[in-house]
């Protein structure tokens, strides 16, 4: 008999612990926000004035933030500040604006103001953008999240006057030529733009002008002779 | 001591509950397997497929036979179905109503609800939208310094100036050339492009509302002549040619920029004759009439270059790359999805030639003498049939069958003496039909020629002769 009071008990203690209340987790802890980038992207960029069709004084190239935490039903402040290894000046070369991040928002694209100046044009300049501390967010952690984008907290950016190949030139390269300065004003100066980006031009551009700039180039030769680049290699699309 | 009675209670208890398991499971189990009819109801049709052109009436009746001997209470719903959208068409037992659903083939399911028992009984069928202006030719002509469009439906009903009704447009000038521009499977981004002199008016291909003129369609357009239009076997990309230079438009991969502008002309030194050789999946052949050379260009490419002259054993046929000979025609003869022929008339100082290009390379080369073929030397005017290995031309007011392999030409008809022939066009479609367009004085006839299994014509004249033209100048099949 006290074997079965045994089992009885055992079974109301069991009974008992089932019944008990399970802790949902919930997020506690510091408002974060951080740099995000893409799976395959590094954690840099370069930008140069030297291939705008129109000079520009100031240009603006936008990073993309995404909080850690809640999101909040008021605008937040985000600050960010020279990091280490900066070697541009922050107000002379370059601004770090104080956004602010919407109410409800998750993301933002965060300007970064760069000034042009003459020292660009003869070494480029390195900008560590780093989350500072703000009333309302700290650095946030970093590392790869599920959907495979990486979380950071510095992101560099080299700023010059000097023509420099654009990143995306690996693309562009099958459509438009190995890359020199002395192609890519051309290419400005015959359409009138200065980025050949595969997002920016798509397909159309990527097989349609390379025959515009052909087409041009055969009457500049005519007048001027073989274009010839910085490497001493004849320019031809 | 008190552990082993507990045991032997519950050994028992096991024991017992085995036994009356076993027992249950002995147990005889009722099962009905007699059958009761449920009242199948049949649903019949005429045909299991259907064509309308969209904005018309369709009636299609329908027979339902229920179970013996009863009178059934039904619902019926008309359901039209593509991959992206569902159309509810009627819930009346017979369809009877205007079609207004994109021209388009649809899934048709007709579906009977017996409301006695709530079963539902279904039939499927295709149902064919064709837009107003479906299947049929275009014809450019012109009089008194202005052009016309006429299309002619593929039921013979014929619209005299589609493009005047749909736009209040008429061309300032006498047209050139009018062309259905459709990539394989494209048929979205199909356009009908008439020419001018100095314009291109582009229309919707279903309604003939304008959508393009010069400017939408070539980057830098300095009029027009000499042209042709095709895409590329495999439809990548398009080719337009215009006064010996060519233009390439985007394809089949990226369609949404199929009807954004042209290049402008590749360069280079050449003058190509007005035909798209489109009879390889890599790469299109063209003509260079300057230099006298077959000309490629592969898919994506936006350069032109010499053929290749081919391999040994096809360079005691023809050397592409040095042929010699300026061309005259270039017809489309039989192509399938991965490859095609083509037949080129040439001439030089010693007479006409006929050079077949299969798929990549020269596959005949043959002098066609005027012997064997009456006036073959005399005349532009070919079409050549996707069915058989023949070619028809025309010279004045004859028109000829020549048979390719035996190299001989037959007069197939003659028009009275004051017909002069000025285009010839047959319905790549089937190779059955050819359009035939003629000239009195200032009078021009549309005469369509049903062909035999011979490639001759049926009853030896045209089966519908189309009048109140004016000089015909272009014939087009959409």
Known sequence: MKTRRYFIFAGLLFALMACKKQDTILFEGEERISFFIGEYDVDSTSYTFAFD?????????????RIQGRTYDRARII??????????????????????????????DYPVVLINTPKMETRALRIVAEVAVSDDFLPGGTGQVIDGTKAINSYKVWVSN?????????????????????????????????????????AYGSYTYPVILRNALVKYEATNGPLIDEFGQRVTF | ?????????????????????????????????????????????????????????????????????????????????????????????????????????????????????????????????NGAF???????????GKGKLTFIRADNVVFPDPVGQANNLSFPENLKSTFYTQIPYRAKYASIASFTGTEIFRFDPNTFKLTGKSQEVFMSPSGYDGIAWDSGLSGIDQYFINKGEIHVGMGDFYPEDILKPYTPGLGGDYDLFPAVISSNSRKTFFYDNKYKRFMEIPYFGREITPAANGSNTTLNILDMS????????????????????????????????????????????????????????????FAASGLFQHMYYAVGNKLYLYNIVANTAELLYSFPSSYTITDIEIN??????????????????????????????????????????GHIVHINIK
């Open chain 1, 53 to 65: 069709p129109v000079k520009k004084e100031r240009d603006t190239i936008y990073l993309k933030m």
């Open chain 1, 79 to 108: 600050k960010i500040k020279p990091g280490a290894g900066t070697t541009a000046v922050l107000g002379e070369d370059f601004l770090f604006p104080e956004a602010v991040l919407p109410a409800d928002s998750i993301t933002i």
């Open chain 1, 162 to 202: 000097k023509p420099e190949r654009p990143v995306y030139w690996d693309d562009a390269e099958y459509y438009f030529g190995s890359f020199s300065a002395t192609r890519i004003r051309f290419m400005i100066s015959v359409l009138g733009i200065s980025d050949f980006s595969y997002d920016v031009i798509g």
């Open chain 2, 1 to 129: 001591m008190k552990g082993n009675r507990f045991l032997k209670y519950t050994i028992g208890h096991l024991r017992l509950g085995l036994i009356a398991l076993l027992m249950q499971g002995c147990s005889s189990f009722e099962q009905d397997f007699s059958l009761s009819p449920i009242g199948e109801v049949k649903i019949l049709m005429e045909k299991s497929e259907y064509d309308v052109v969209q904005l018309e009436k369709i009636h299609i009746p329908v027979t339902i036979t229920g179970p013996s001997g009863k009178t059934g209470r039904y619902a019926y719903r008309w359901k039209a179905m593509t991959n992206e959208a569902v159309y509810i068409l009627s819930d009346k037992k017979d369809l009877d109503t205007i079609i207004n659903l994109p021209p388009q083939q649809y899934n048709i399911q007709y579906t009977v609800t017996d409301l006695d028992n709530g079963l539902e009984f279904n039939k499927q069928l295709f149902l064919n939208v």
């Open chain 2, 134 to 144: 479906y299947e049929g030719w275009l014809v450019s002509h012109n009089q008194g």
């Open chain 2, 322 to 381: 040095n042929v010699g000979k300026t061309m005259i025609a270039a017809e489309k003869g039989r192509v399938t999805s991965s490859s095609g022929v083509f037949y080129c008339v040439m001439e030089d100082n010693e007479g006409r030639y006929v050079a077949g290009i299969t798929n990549t390379d020269p596959s005949l080369f043959q002098k066609v003498m005027d012997s064997q073929c009456p006036e073959f030397s005399k005349t532009k005017l």
């Open chain 2, 428 to 469: 790549r479609k089937t190779s059955r039909t050819l359009a035939v367009a003629t000239l009195d004085g200032t009078s021009g006839t549309l005469n369509l020629f049903d062909i035999n299994d011979l490639g001759q014509f049926v009853d030896g004249t045209p089966k519908k002769v189309f009048g109140n033209f």
